[in-house]
T-cell receptor
Framework: GAVVSQHPSWVICKSGTSVKIECRSL??????MFWYRQFPKQSLMLMAT?????????EQGVEKDKFLINHASLTLSTLTVTSAHPEDSSFYIC???????????FGQGTRLTVV | AQTVTQSQPEMSVQEAETVTLSCTYD???????LFWYKQPPSRQMILVIR??????QNATENRFSVNFQKAAKSFSLKISDSQLGDTAMYFC???????????FGTGTRLQVFP
């Protein structure tokens, strides 16, 4: 199956700094990627849809200025958590639809801890 | 808006036995897929099984099968001959084919014990 690589797998940052998370489709092109957030022992909540060559679309309640998404190429989407605070600590996961759009392929996830 | 409901926060089963995880969903769409994903402690999301809404036949993947009741908007997962490696969180998910967005249920934590 298709491979989605997410980096870093974990990061610790100081409050007030920004953190960038990368999501790459390794063996296929993805015009769309999705970013999810998962709190401990909870489900995946869709944050936004990343669109190659255009602006991301955000789900209701997600701050666009806090979570900056850039889809610079057909294989790379980035999520930047700006001015991070402890409440932004969470597990972030990206996914991309396969070429047949019949399933989603997930990155390994990034555990963000803001101290 | 679509919603996915998993009413069993936790389930347990003895090794080699069969267990069924429940899932219901709500949608006005006709063109959609349903999935079961497994999330082990590594937190990597692993596709277990997929069902196309237009297919009446229930999907099967080795020890995993679904009972898809479209009219009732029900999509349960049956795991036969449970193995210790099946211990994980299981998420039911709905994909709108028009947007490719995945909407997840709250998950069921399955524990397989010897």
């Amino acid at each position: 199956g298709a491979v989605v690589s997410q980096h870093p797998s974990w990061v610790i940052c100081k409050s007030g700094t920004s953190v960038k998370i990368e999501c790459r489709s390794l063996d296929f092109q993805a015009t769309t990627m999705f970013w999810y957030r998962q709190f401990p022992k909870q489900s995946l909540m869709l944050m936004a849809t990343s669109n190659e060559g255009s602006k991301a679309t955000y789900e209701q309640g997600v701050e666009k200025d806090k979570f900056l998404i850039n889809h610079a190429s057909l294989t790379l989407s980035t999520l930047t958590v700006t001015s991070a605070h402890p409440e932004d600590s969470s597990f972030y996961i990206c996914s991309a639809p396969g070429t047949a759009n019949t399933e989603a392929f997930f990155g390994q996830g990034t555990r963000l801890t803001v101290v | 808006a679509q919603t996915v409901t998993q009413s069993q926060p936790e389930m347990s089963v003895q090794e080699a036995e069969t267990v069924t995880l429940s899932c219901t969903y709500d949608t006005s769409e006709n063109n959609y897929y349903l999935f079961w994903y497994k999330q082990p402690p590594s937190r990597q999301m692993i596709l277990v099984i997929r069902q196309e809404a237009y297919k009446q036949q229930n999907a099967t993947e080795n020890r995993f099968s679904v009972n898809f009741q479209k009219a009732a908007k029900s999509f349960s997962l049956k795991i036969s001959d449970s193995q210790l490696g099946d211990t994980a969180m299981y998420f039911c998910a709905f994909m709108n084919r028009n947007t490719d967005k995945l909407i997840f249920g709250t998950g069921t934590r399955l524990q397989v014990f010897p």
